[in-house]
């Protein structure tokens, strides 16, 4: 663990907080020569309640445990790579690579058990209030804190399990921040055959395909795959 003092502990959460407002706003302006992806005859939610609101929240500050757990394994991890020598976009692009697939491949299978009725009723149904998602970031984490929470460990125990060099690692947080906001904006962004905002959009509007949060590797071998 780090041993921070409270200006510092205050300082990095601060830091986190504030951080999906800043991401939302390089989201926007990156891509606002983006063209916007239909609605079709799906209703958007443009009213966030107490509850929305409070989720929203909640989720925001768990980040900052979550974000000093990165840090202090990035940083204190015996194992971790800093020299630049070891470094190299080959071996950077297959570990990136790997971790997106890693993770969408445990991710599809914790996003199904949630569309499960019991569980769908009491965890999932709120995020799916939102079919036509639009709020970049804010519409991304409101979702239940379970939810959340899982989803959000989820990422460093994937990056825990798979070798890489400390700067994949901090790409690969990042990253995640970015795709996630991407998938919540409508904005047509696409870098195929990686990656595609219509596919986790196509997800809003018909909630029994697509369970990638990123990629759709595994949706495509288990038959759940839509192409928008």
């Not at 994937?158 to 995640?176: E, R, S």
Request: aromatic share 12%.
């Amino acid at each position: 663990m780090l041993a921070w003092s409270w200006p510092q502990i205050l300082a990095f959460s601060a830091a986190v907080f504030a951080s999906y407002d800043v991401l939302d706003c390089v989201i926007a302006r990156a891509t606002a020569g983006a063209s916007k992806l239909p609605m079709g005859n799906s209703k958007h939610l443009d009213h966030l309640d107490r509850l929305d609101r409070a989720f929203i929240t909640f989720n925001r500050l768990t980040s900052i445990p979550f974000a000093y757990h990165c840090v202090s394994w990035v940083r204190t991890s015996e194992s971790m790579r800093w020299e630049l020598a070891e470094l190299s976009p080959i071996s950077a692009l297959a570990s990136l690579i790997a971790m997106f697939v890693a993770y969408d491949s445990a991710y599809c299978l914790w996003h199904r058990l949630l569309h499960m009725r019991g569980l769908y009723a009491l965890v999932h149904k709120h995020h799916h209030r939102q079919t036509v998602p639009t709020r970049g970031l804010y519409d991304a984490i409101n979702v239940h804190p379970v939810e959340f929470v899982v989803g959000e460990y989820l990422h460093l125990g994937v990056a825990m399990a798979i070798p890489a060099h400390a700067a994949t690692y901090m790409a690969f947080f990042a990253l995640l921040g970015v795709l996630t906001g991407l998938n919540h904006t409508r904005n047509d962004v696409h870098v195929p055959p990686l990656f595609s905002v219509r596919w986790h959009d196509m997800h809003h509007r018909m909630p029994q395909c697509n369970f990638g949060q990123y990629t759709v590797g595994i949706d495509w071998l288990c038959g759940s795959f839509k192409n928008a």
